[in-house]
């Protein structure tokens, strides 16, 4: 369209000029009220178009602004994945630096040596997100996660080891924040001199210590393995075998050993699957098959609510829930989506999701849903103080990760 309009302003300078040469008055005077009348009317072309282009705009960003910003959270981080790649691998571009969601809008972090250089408008489309410059990639998040991971797994008697049970990515902060136990110059000296010296890295003192909160049939209510401690009903799956579909519900792997059977007030209602339980890695997680007609509802205990068989990602900022069999339905907000945290001297979990809520031993397997009550994992662990009382803070498994594992799905 711009070039209409230029092609029809040059045609006005051209005849005009012709007009002068010639002196042709009378057909000066109607020349250029003709003149006058193709300026106007390309202007107004030109002008009627844009217009018309700035509706259409402005149509598209309303209908895009409509998207909820998990919806949009989800299609950012699926922009990451190469079609040979498991959803646990994500490689992310140099121009991310993070997102997290902040009263119900997409906040995307890039770093400030990126900006303009990004292709989220091409991912989200416009106006679905809000874009803030940051210090470092979220590769180079990573990196050092990667080197903390490295360190704590090879060293888990060491006293530096011993003195931080928990780290994470922030994304809100654009840094890796590690807990520290003894929270002083010394500790932090020490942590730098033996693990890695990063000015990525801020440390702070630690609230307390993780424990796995362990002590139809719905989500939500208690499940005792015959050869473990109580735990909580997650939510219900199902794979294909040789032709046939199998039926199931995943709870947490610590919760049910491999291959235990699994009761339900007093009577076996499932059988843990021994190909598909595992307790390392970024997992805590196991699927046991149905037995004697049982089966697990999609309705949440006494919630009222039902469980969407929609799963996805939950950025920092999101309003999530989870019902447990002792503390019932209670109600949080996630604070990290890359976590690792240690229970005990053997046990550590890495891209755990760390959230701000309510919840006590025995809600280990607890579904963990959105306020749609789309899936998105099932509780792990929670951090206790130095008396054993909680400190409002826990970490889920992320039921894509599950899934993708076990080759399963919800239904």
């Not at 009378?26 to 300026?39: A, D, G, P, Q």
């Not at 730098?192 to 209510?221: H, M, W």
């Not at 339980?277 to 007609?293: E, L, M, Q, R, Y």
Request: charge should be negative.
């Amino acid at each position: 369209m711009l070039n209409v309009c230029i092609f029809v302003v040059v045609c006005s300078i051209i005849i005009t000029f012709m007009i002068i040469n010639l002196k042709l008055y009378f057909m000066k005077r109607h020349l250029i009220y003709l003149v006058s009348f193709m300026t106007v009317f390309g202007l107004w072309s030109c002008s009627s178009d844009d217009l018309g282009l700035e509706v259409n705009e402005k149509q598209e960003v309303k209908s895009l602004v409509s998207v909820s910003a998990t919806d949009a959270y989800n299609v950012l981080l699926e922009s990451f994945i190469s079609k040979s790649r498991s959803v646990e691998d994500i490689s992310y571009p140099d121009f991310y630096g993070g997102a997290y969601i902040d009263k119900g809008e997409l906040v995307i972090l890039s770093p400030i040596r990126f900006l303009g250089k990004d292709n989220y408008e091409a991912i989200l489309g416009r106006g679905n997100y809000r874009l803030e410059g940051c210090d470092y990639s979220y590769k180079e998040l990573e990196d050092v996660m990667s080197i903390i991971d490295k360190y704590k797994l090879e060293n888990k008697e060491s006293s530096v080891s011993n003195n931080f049970y928990s780290y994470e990515i922030s994304e809100k902060d654009n840094r890796v924040k590690v807990y520290l136990q003894e929270y002083s110059d010394e500790a932090i000296a020490s942590f730098k001199n033996e693990v890695v010296d990063s000015p990525i890295i801020e440390f702070s003192k630690a609230l307390g210590v993780p424990v796995f909160c362990s002590s139809i049939v719905y989500p939500g209510e208690c499940i005792q393995p015959v050869n473990g401690a109580p735990g909580t009903a997650g939510y219900r799956a199902k794979y294909v075998s040789g032709g046939s579909t199998v039926y199931g519900f995943v709870t947490c792997a610590h919760v049910v050993p491999s291959g235990d059977d699994v009761k339900y007030n007093g009577k076996v209602m499932a059988t843990g699957d021994a190909s598909r339980w595992k307790h390392s890695g970024s997992i805590d997680a196991t699927f046991c098959v149905f037995k004697n007609g049982y089966e697990l509802s999609n309705d949440i205990a006494l919630s009222g609510r039902t469980l969407s068989t929609t799963v996805k990602l939950a950025g920092v900022g999101t309003p999530i829930h989870k019902y447990g069999f002792l503390t019932s339905e209670t109600d949080g907000e996630v604070t990290n989506t890359n976590a690792t945290y240690q229970v005990g001297k053997d046990f550590v979990l890495k891209n755990a999701t760390k959230v701000k809520i309510d919840a006590l031993g025995g809600d280990s397997g607890s579904v963990v849903y959105g306020d749609t009550n789309i899936t998105y994992g099932i509780l792990s662990a929670i951090e206790v103080d130095d008396q054993e009382n909680p400190t409002g803070y826990a970490w889920y498994i992320k039921a894509t990760l599950i899934n993708s594992e076990f080759g399963i799905s919800r239904y």
